[in-house]
């Protein structure tokens, strides 16, 4: 998870490459304080589903400097999508993930969330039974989708802090790292700079745990995509968050008001749960989400689904996407 931190705090200069598809994706957002109200920021569509939301104290005291922001949750009925309405700058986003996960942000944490403990910061971010169980997931993925997994020359892992989710079984291609924060790749993995990234023909693309913090990830996908030649693989993969789906989330506004002898004092005491916590996640996508991501005939999906990743102390459920360009 550091490697996506790590990547997200310069904000990808690659987007240069794409000011079209960024141009289109602004207009979707309204000039004040860049929120994502008018449409869906994946499909553009309009048909929405809103509830109230709120940014949880931790992130806006470090993200914000405490200031609360104006947010909702929305969920497309078309793709699925769902998103935080308000999208962090890059300054807002850089001071949040400054230093992530470190002494500091520990304990900043823990002040609002006690059971943040250092404990449970660090299992978070070196968890190996998580990350070889990620490894072996990916890997037994190719095997079952490939003829012939050893035509796999070139291997790109974007945002890939040390190219530590790369299987280990595919030591035998060149694998590289897109990684802007410096940090040093393992031991014949290497680094690849933003000049050379189009000068490559890649075999297989990876992309883990990188969207559901960006603000615009629609411009990421596209640079993903124009990085792809004829049977370039690619493979996504994402947590697979439900919590705001829960039942105590459905109700809205209007539909409270409407109870008998609701008042406003009794809103706020006792229907507060209505309201969606928004942690550093903003982006939660779906398997129809991506499905519309690559919806076109130039893109075969290979294969897509949810799966309980084991680690240490428990499982977590992730969301993945194996595609070919043909």
């Not at 660090?122 to 035509?151: C, D, F, P, Q, T």
């Not at 411009?219 to 439900?242: G, Q, V």
């Not at 916590?277 to 075969?300: A, G, S």
Request: hydrophobic fraction near 30%; proline fraction near 3%; charge should be positive.
């Amino acid at each position: 998870m550091n490697r996506i931190i790590k990547f997200l705090t310069s904000f990808v200069p690659l987007e240069k490459w794409h000011n079209k598809q960024k141009d289109e994706l602004n207009s979707k957002i309204t000039e004040k304080n860049f929120y994502a109200e008018k449409a869906c920021i994946i499909c553009g569509s309009t048909d929405l589903i809103k509830k109230s939301a709120f940014f949880v104290p931790f992130l806006t005291k470090r993200m914000f400097n405490g200031k609360k922001k104006k947010n909702q949750l929305y969920t497309c009925k078309n793709c699925g999508f769902s998103y935080s309405s308000y999208r962090p700058t890059d300054e807002e986003m850089a001071q949040y993930y400054q230093n992530y996960r470190g002494t500091e942000y520990q304990r900043q944490r823990e002040e609002t969330e006690p059971s943040y403990t250092k404990e449970f910061n660090y299992m978070l971010g070196y968890n190996k039974v998580e990350e070889e169980n990620r490894k072996k997931n990916l890997y037994n993925l190719l095997i079952k989708n490939m003829s012939n997994i050893s035509a796999l020359k070139n291997i790109l892992d974007y945002g890939g802090d040390e190219g530590q989710f790369i299987p280990d079984e595919l030591s035998f291609a060149k694998r590289f790292v897109y990684e802007v924060s410096g940090v040093k790749p393992l031991e014949g993995i290497y680094n690849i700079s933003e000049e050379d990234l189009y000068t490559q023909h890649w075999d297989l693309i990876m992309c883990c745990h990188v969207l559901e913090h960006m603000p615009n990830p629609m411009d990421t996908i596209n640079i993903l995509k124009n990085l792809m030649h004829k049977n370039t693989y690619i493979y996504i993969e994402l947590p697979y968050e439900d919590y705001f789906e829960e039942e105590k989330y459905k109700l809205t506004l209007a539909e409270i008001i409407k109870r008998p002898k609701s008042t406003l004092k009794k809103l706020l005491k006792k229907e507060k749960f209505n309201y969606v916590p928004i942690h550093e996640h903003i982006n939660f996508f779906r398997e129809k989400t991506l499905m519309n991501v690559f919806n076109d005939k130039q893109y075969q999906i290979l294969d897509i689904g949810t799966k309980e990743i084991s680690y240490a102390y428990g499982a977590t459920k992730i969301i993945y996407c194996l595609v070919q360009k043909v």
